[in-house]
């Protein structure tokens, strides 16, 4: 039975795993996106910056020889295995050429060679993008959710009770999310979603607003789950009559007020409203199949009430974002960090091999 507990520093010791649990080698795997379509943007540089970083966490805690493959292809990546022969892969894909449908290939290409990697499987990366999908599955496993239709140009015009939010219903990392996101009538809404659909050449999914705070958790755990604390993105400093989301530049253009306007702490919750939370970030990673570790992003309705708006798999682990940062709020180095979550991998890795082992 899965139990979970709330991640502190003694979940990290300083001297994470012992030589049997390090033993055997490790390749982190990132994609090289600077020369595809928008690979001038801050999101794909800051995936290459952020691999090398995990390499050199991993480095100091137990993994003294992990290697770091930048991929631009699949055969970048066959290539890398067959030289290799990496017992675990640190898998830190979230696209290959520019494009998020690259990301559960991927996996599915490590599964099929029977390599251990980080994070999720290929069927759970493919879910958790489909945003329409993800939610109808949680919502069908009674993990609420906001009231959600995906949207073509088709049926743009739809009716929908308004205030309505707006996104892409297959990118991360907030692209294709602004301060024209939410929408107030159907001529907006319509609008809104035929740019989403010709922009990112695919549907929309609309939402209600949820005018509440905005509540993420991190989630860990392969067999057993452990969360860290529950962090809420302060949205004081926004801009005036910009709607309070997280949009693209809130996360990666610094120099915006967007940026500098949103401060991620920790949220200070009612006890029985914190322990519901929890509950329902765990339950959203089980439903979704996540793996390893994950975000789950809530807002809460404006009775007070959390409704899951995205469950990420593999969410960003670079140092002093997302995930990091709430694990150094409770102590948690970032080398510790990443180890940890290579440990459930190589964890993976030894029970596979552990039936030859013992024939």
Known sequence: METSTV??????????????QTEGSLVVLASDDREAPGGDRPDVREVIEAAQDIRDGLRSRGYPDAGLCLAKNLIDIRRMLATERPTVVFNLIESLKGKEAWEPAVAALLEREGVAFTGSPASV???CLDKG??????ARNGVPVPRSE????????????????????????SVGIDEGSVVQDAQ???????????TYRGDAIVQEYLPGREINVA?????ELTTLWPAEIDFTGFPEGVPHIVTYKAKWDEDSLEFTGTVSRRAELDPTLERHILRIAMDAFRVMGVRDYGRVDMRLDARGRPRVIEVNPNSDLAPGTGISRQAERQGIEHPDLVARVAGFAMERARRARAPHVAG
């Open 125 to 127: 990366l493919r879910a």
């Open 133 to 138: 999908l993800c939610m109808r599955l949680l």
């Open 150 to 173: 995906v949207r073509d140009r088709t049926n743009a015009d739809r009716p929908f009770p308004f205030p309505a939010f707006v996104k892409p219903c297959r990118t991360d990392g």
């Open 188 to 198: 907006a809404l319509a609008r809104r979603v035929r740019h989403l659909c010709e």
């Open 7 to 20: 991640l502190g520093r003694e979940h990290f010791p300083g001297g994470v795993f012992d030589r049997e």
């Open 219 to 223: 989630v860990f755990g392969d067999r």
